[in-house]
Structures are given as structure tokens and as C-alpha cells.
């Protein structure tokens, strides 16, 4: 299969990295523009990037093909001009993605963000393609509402600490149902972006509040939840409550989730759901898809962000300490903020995207088949 250009808009913040990282050499993906801010044009990459992807756990130096790239201005005129891209990244802060994302679905292109900015919109799919695919029917809508050319479309990625929870319940929730979910994110600093987080405020500290979290947690998890019916994404309609807190960790989100499930079940069950849990990425070997999206562990000091957090390369969502507790249960889950929560669940929607077929029209077809 020919490989699909791509660009990467912000590719050297804490989510770029990581999309330099996965796509460097990527059998379906192809980089052919890299992007920064105004005054790292015209720089090479390696010149003008603090590296931090390695020190994920991924021991690796920057790759040799991107090292010496030369970093375009953040602009739709900059694709244009790359020639040969079909899929535009964003890892671009919320504020300068929107409008850029928008003038890339119009003039033709797929938008694949990680970005918050469209995350809301009725019309712009959420997706984990585990467990949402069928979101994507929606895309005809926006395309006619929006008046996107082409192949044009924006698609989201959820927030990171998002990422992680849908992943652990949606076994959880086709198997026995969910009634009411209370959950307190204990979220690492790189989350904050690599100059996000005051070194003062967070060293040997504990930070009770992070702007805007607790409600993309709560209403992103009832919209990747929700299904697609009578032509729009219904959301789940479980409660969701949420506390979300900064801790003095590198990389990993750790979540300990309290739930209650519509039907009666164990917590031996509930760890079986989760274990045998597999979706379409699995099925259809993406290249960047793990084995199994949840691991789940059996000690009780399991999991921790310094020895779990790249399992699977940090694909895998690690669960533990599933345990009956009151009228429900409770479990902790840990999730990779920069890869499955980041870069990697953008990545592997553009494999899916890729191997379904770009084309608008190969793609509906290939829904409905
Ligand atoms: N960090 C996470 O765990 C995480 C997880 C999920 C989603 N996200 C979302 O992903 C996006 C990126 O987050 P991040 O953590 O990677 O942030 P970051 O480390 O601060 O990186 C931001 C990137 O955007 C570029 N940029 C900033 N302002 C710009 C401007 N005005 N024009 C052009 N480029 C600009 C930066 O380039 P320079 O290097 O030149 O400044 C850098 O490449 C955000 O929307 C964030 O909310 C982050």
C-alpha cells in the first residue's frame, strides 16, 4: 500500500514528539511537514527540540529521518506548499488549532487533532477506535454542514485521562452495563505540555485542581460511550463524576475509578471482560494497535506509572486492584498521557482511517460494509 503523506502541526511539544516518534517509521504514514511556532521556522529539528520523548521509557534517540527536517511555519499555506499530505495532525494548544483545523477539512484534507478545540461539537466524532468506529457516520453531516471540500473531516481524539477510563469501562459496560461512575485522576506533569507547569508550584506537591479537566472527562466519556443513532452521536447516560489532581509524576495518568454495574457480576468477571477485550485495530492488525488495549495486573502495588507505563509502548491501558467495594467496585488505571492518551491513539486512527480507504467514497463504503 502507498504510504499517505502526512503533516504534523506543533511537532515539538509533548504530543509532537511523540508523533515524530511513532510516525518516524510508520509502514502506512508518511511525514512530509513538521511544524513550531514563528521562531523555530526554518530550523532544523534536531537543532531546536529538547527531546523528551526518550525519557518516557522509549529509549530512543530523536530518529535519524526527522532529525534533519527543517520545521515549517504552523499555516494550511505551509501543507499546501509540503505537497502530498492527506492527513493533518494537530498537537497544537486548543486556541491555535481551532481555526487551522477548520481551513484543513475545507480545503480537503483529514484532520485527526488532539486538540480540545472541536472536542464538543455534536459533529466531530471522539474517537478510540476499540470502541467507537460507527461514530464516524456522523462525518457526512459535518462535511455537508461545514461545507468541507474533498476528503475534508475533522476528527478528535479524546483528552488523555479520558482515553484511559473509556477504554477500561466499555467491556465493562456491553457486559453488564453501568449505572454511576465516581473517579479521581491523579495526572503526571507532562500532561501540562513541556512548559505548561511552574517547577515551583508542582515539586513535592500535590495540585487539587487542573482547569477544564473534570468536566472533558465527564462529558467526552458519555460521547465515546454514546452510540450513533437516527443520525447522531447519542451520549451515554450514566453519570460521571470526577475530581482530577496534578501529581509529581513524569509521564502516566493514574486513575482509581469507583463504579457500579447495571447487572450482577464478580470482580473475577469483570477482570475477564477486560482481559478478553479487543476491537477493530485488533482485528485488522494496525500497525501501532497492541495486542490487548487492557492489561490487567494482579498484584496490589500494580499499577504504577514507573513500571507499567509503556506497557505495550504505552498502547495498553493498564488496570489493578479490581475489588468489590460498597455497592460497586473500584479499580485503578493507569494510561500512557502523551501515547494512548496522546499521540499514539491519533496515530492509530489514522491507520484506520488509511486502511479503510481515504477516499470519501471508498470510506462510506467501507462503513457500510
Ligand atoms: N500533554 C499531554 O499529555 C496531552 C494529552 C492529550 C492531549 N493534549 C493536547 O495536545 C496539544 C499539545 O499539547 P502538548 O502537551 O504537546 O503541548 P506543548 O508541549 O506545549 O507543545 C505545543 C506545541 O505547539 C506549538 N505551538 C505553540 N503555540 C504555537 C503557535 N502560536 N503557533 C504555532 N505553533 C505553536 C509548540 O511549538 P514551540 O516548540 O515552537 O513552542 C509545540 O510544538 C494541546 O492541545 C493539549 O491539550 C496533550
Known sequence: MKKIGVAIFGATGAIGQQFVRFLANNPLLDIRIITASKDKIGKRYADCTSWYAETSGNGLEIPDSIAGMHLSETSLAAVKEAGGVEIVFSALPSDVSRDLEFQSAEAGFWVVSKASSNRRDPLVPLLVPEI?????????????????GGNG??????????????LALKPILDNVGIKRVVVTSLQSMSGAGYTGLSPVAITDNVLPFISGEEIKLRDETAKILGKFQDGKINNATFPVYSSCIRVPVDYGHMEDVYFETGNECGAEDLKRFMKRFRGEPQEMGLPSAPDCPIVVREEENRPQPKLDVNTNHGMSVVVGRVREQGEGFRMMVLVHNTVRGGAGMAVLNAEYLAK?????????ESLSA
Not at 473531516?153 to 473509556?166: K, Y
Not at 479503510?356 to 462510506?364: E, I, Q, R, S, W
Request: aromatic share 8%.
Open 153 to 166: 473531516a475533522i476528527i478528535s481524539d479524546p483528552n488523555c485521562t479520558t482515553s484511559g477510563l473509556v
Open 132 to 148: 467507537n468506529t460507527e461514530h464516524l457516520q456522523i462525518l457526512p453531516a459535518q462535511r455537508s454542514k461545514y461545507k468541507f
Open 356 to 364: 479503510k480507504g481515504l477516499d470519501k467514497m471508498a470510506f462510506k
